[in-house]
């Protein structure tokens, strides 16, 4: 168990530094923020996502993938409703203007809850219980201070920022619960980040914006 959390910690602390030295150090962040196809950096840190998680649960846990959860429920349809609900006031997410921005969505969200709720949530509520569930969804909001629209945004922006996704990350995990798995926080988070009112408008270029 102790091994478990040393893991935890050094995986989040390296992914967060290495983050913030390739995105803001490097400046490869603003192509990834804007879900360039050409930026490598968008691949690079959700391929590291999801490495971490499964070297996490294979070499450290010792638990088979099963573990993730896949499970259907009944609480997946309410899981992409309320992601529905929340991509209303996204800002900075993914243009279902073709069929590569879909894709990227899917492997964006599938990537990053694998770590955060698949991996770090799930084996965080085995080692600290009820604490799991605020510790992760705050390591989540951090992880976006290595983001470079919300860095760039100011004090102000970082702190709304960190709280905001903190926030998302308690919703994320609350359906990794509900629906006893995996499935149920990606469905949320993939419907969170589709923007189809800004695709709408693009579809009527004679309306005001």
Known sequence: MNGELAYVALSYSGLWLLSWWAALGQGWGKAESAHEPGSRWFYTRRLLLAALSLVGVLL?????LANYGWNLSPWLPV????????????????VPDGWLPMV????????????FRGYLFHHLSGSLGTLALPLSALLYGGYYLTVHTVWV???RGRLIGVVTFTLLGLVFAGFYTLAGGFLGAWLAHFAAVIRWNVAIRRERPGEAA
């Open 104 to 115: 990227l969505a899917l492997f964006h969200t599938f990537a990053t809850e694998l770590y």
């Open 60 to 64: 450290v846990a010792g638990q088979p």
């Open 153 to 155: 945004a100011g004090w």
């Open 79 to 94: 899981a992409l409703l309320v992601g529905g609900v929340l991509a209303l006031g996204n800002r900075g997410g993914f």
